[in-house]
Structures are given as C-alpha cells and as structure tokens.
T-cell receptor, first 113, second 112 residues
Framework: DAGVTQSPTHLIKTRGQQVTLRCSPK?????VSWYQQALGQGPQFIFQ???????QRGNFPDRFSGHQFPNYSSELNVNALLLGDSALYLC????????????FGPGTRLTVL | RKEVEQDPGPFNVPEGATVAFNCTYS??????FFWYRQDCRKEPKLLMS???SGNEDGRFTAQLNRASQYISLLIRDSKLSDSATYLC?????????????FGDGTTLTVKP
C-alpha cells in the first residue's frame, strides 16, 4: 500500500523564480491538502483539493496556486519566489473532502536564495 | 492570538518520567482533534485522535475538554524514542471541506 509521495525532496531556487511541487496521495484517498512549515513552526494550511477543485484556502497570497488531476495527484505552484517562501512543503491526503485523519508525505524542502 | 496554542517547551525529562502537554484552541466550532508526532526534519505522523470521553493507547492518554477548549496528551514511562515534537491539530469543518489547524508544537527530549 503506497503512502503519500512527494517530489522533489529538495529544491533550491532564487528569488523571483517559479516552482512546481508534486504530490501523489495515499492509495484510496481522493483529497489532497498542502501545508507550508517554516522552521520552528507548525504546518500552515495552504489549500485543499477535492474533485479537482480548490475547496478551501488558508491565508496565502495568489502566488500560491495548485491543481488536482483526475488520478487525484496534485501540484503546488509558487510564483515570484521570496526568501520567506523557504520552508518544508507538506502534502497530506485523506478521503471525502477532508474531515478524516490526514496522512502526510515526506515533504519537499524548498530553499530560496 | 493563534487559533491553536501549545507550550513550545522544550520539555527535558529523564527516562521513566511522566510528562503532560497542553493545547488550547479558540474556535468553538472545532469538531475533531488529533495529536501528531514529528521527528526532526521528517513529516508529521498521527499519534492518536482525541475524543471527549478520553482515550488511551498504551503509555499515551489524550483528553478533550470542549467547555474549556483544551486538549491534553499524557505520556507515562517516557522512553528515549519518545523524543520528538508533538503537534496538536484541530479540524474545523467548513461548508465544503475540513480544515486542519496545527499548533507550533511542543518539543520533548527524554534523557537517559
């Protein structure tokens, strides 16, 4: 039973660039949520995708966008990168719109120079 | 004020000690509650759900007090392997989807 997978594991970008992060949910899950975790803080909710639509969004600017594909996998895109975007980006999956227990992927560590 | 607040610690305890973590939440519409464990530079992993009646899983006991909007986690007979950051998570359903709000975590170090 495959768990949540994310790619890449690490990424280094410079200010102003754009980045795309990818996530495949746990087998049987149809809902994907993205979180940003800065050093020393808890994960902060970015948005959630269900049925290929963004269902809820946290307090993140429009530079953060996403997509969910018919196979339930998801992408997180961040445009015009800032130094403050450096963080661990976590993907979590669950079922039915997201009120159940979430399972997290290993994360993508993004460094913006 | 943050929606979910935890004492950041760190808690430094000897092996065998009993340690308790607290978490408060501000939104009374919150409906489900969890404790996650996060090891250094790893992803959070579910430790246990928290129910109003309280629940126990081996050395771990979780309690929920809805009236006081307070969650607790008790670890008995601490092991070296319990060293980690413990995250309190509160879910608040919206019209379309659940939303998880995490605390910033409490760091536990268990020493020999």
């Amino acid at each position: 039973d495959a768990g949540v997978t994310q790619s890449p594991t690490h990424l280094i970008k410079t200010r102003g660039q754009q980045v795309t992060l990818r996530c495949s949910p746990k087998s049987g899950h149809d809902t994907v949520s993205w979180y940003q975790q800065a050093l020393g803080q808890g994960p902060q909710f970015i948005f959630q995708y269900y049925e290929e639509e963004e269902r809820q969004r946290g307090n993140f600017p429009d530079r953060f966008s996403g997509h969910q594909f018919p196979n339930y996998s998801s992408e997180l895109n961040v445009n015009a990168l800032l130094l403050g975007d450096s963080a661990l980006y976590l993907c979590a999956s669950n079922t039915g719109g997201g009120t159940d227990t979430q399972y997290f992927g290993p994360g993508t560590r993004l460094t913006v120079l | 004020r943050k929606e979910v607040e935890q004492d950041p610690g760190p808690f430094n305890v000897p092996e065998g000690a009993t340690v308790a973590f607290n978490c408060t939440y501000s939104n009374s519409a919150s409906q489900s509650f969890f404790w996650y464990r996060q090891d250094c530079r790893k992803e959070p992993k579910l430790l246990m759900s928290v129910y109003s009646s309280g629940n126990e899983d081996g050395r771990f006991t979780a309690q929920l007090n809805r009236a006081s909007q307070y969650i607790s986690l008790l670890i008995r007979d601490s092991k070296l392997s319990d060293s980690a950051t413990y995250l309190c998570v509160v879910n608040r359903p919206s019209t379309n989807a659940g939303k998880s709000t995490f605390g910033d975590g409490t760091t536990l170090t268990v020493k020999p």
